[in-house]
T-cell receptor, first 112, second 113 residues
Framework: GEDVEQSLFLSVREGDSSVINCTYT??????LYWYKQEPGAGLQLLTY?????DMKQDQRLTVLLNKKDKHLSLRIADTQTGDSAIYFC????????????FGSGTRLQVQP | NAGVTQTPKFQVLKTGQSMTLQCAQD?????MSWYRQDPGMGLRLIHY???????DQGEVPNGYNVSRSTTEDFPLRLLSAAPSQTSVYFC????????????FGNGTRLTVT
């Protein structure tokens, strides 16, 4: 999705924190989502944040939202090899379709 | 719970052939959709449905048809396959409200030669 941008690749060492960034362009977005895709599988919802929040924490995951800059990030604490996957951010817009618009995905590689 | 089930998992077609990708969900979700995933392009919406008997076009609908005769099933039809339709196809569903998260199937990998 050209309206949602992510960097393509991130490499971290096991035990470090990972930060995956996303920018979006539609200020009317109401919810923003993070999905994880493991090889050969569908997308699994990790977490989501409503646009009137600026932070949400769920165990090792922290989502930060800067609505002014239209910037979303996902921080994974104590990254494990099992976290290696592609991570997609997605926005849902206040339009008739109410469909998700996805970024291109960030491939996270965790090195032992 | 089965969730969202897609069949087949893999398919190879020759140019011009037709086929139907099946999608079924057992969560009584009103909203169902089809996405295609291509390298470096994320997921793009093909068609969607907000309930039985109602379908509408997404971002990339050309070359695909859908129908929604029941709440559970949302098949995607390729009428005359083209190499440009080589992709991984995902079906997804959610409850009727716009903010509830999408649940994805495991995908169908389609190759058109």
């Amino acid at each position: 999705g050209e309206d949602v941008e992510q960097s393509l690749f991130l490499s971290v060492r096991e035990g470090d924190s990972s930060v995956i960034n996303c920018t979006y362009t539609d200020s009317s977005s109401t919810y923003l989502y993070w999905y994880k895709q493991e090889p050969g599988a569908g997308l699994q919802l990790l977490t989501y944040i409503f646009s009137n929040m600026d932070m949400k924490q769920d165990q090792r995951l922290t989502v930060l939202l800067n609505k002014k800059d239209k910037h979303l990030s996902l921080r994974i604490a104590d990254t494990q090899t099992g976290d290696s996957a592609i991570y997609f951010c997605a926005e849902i817009r206040d339009t008739g379709r109410r469909a998700l618009t996805f970024g291109s995905g960030t491939r996270l590689q965790v090195q032992p | 719970n089965a969730g969202v089930t897609q069949t087949p998992k893999f398919q190879v077609l020759k140019t011009g052939q037709s086929m139907t990708l099946q999608c079924a969900q057992d969560m009584n979700h009103e909203y169902m959709s089809w996405y295609r995933q291509d390298p470096g392009m994320g997921l793009r919406l093909i068609h969607y449905s907000v309930g039985a008997g109602i379908t509408d076009q997404g971002e990339v609908p050309n070359g695909y048809n859908v129908s929604r005769s029941t709440t559970e099933d949302f098949p995607l039809r390729l009428l005359s396959a083209a190499p440009s339709q080589t992709s991984v196809y995902f079906c997804a569903s959610r409850e009727g409200t716009g903010e509830s998260p999408l649940h994805f199937g495991n995908g169908t990998r389609l190759t058109v030669t």
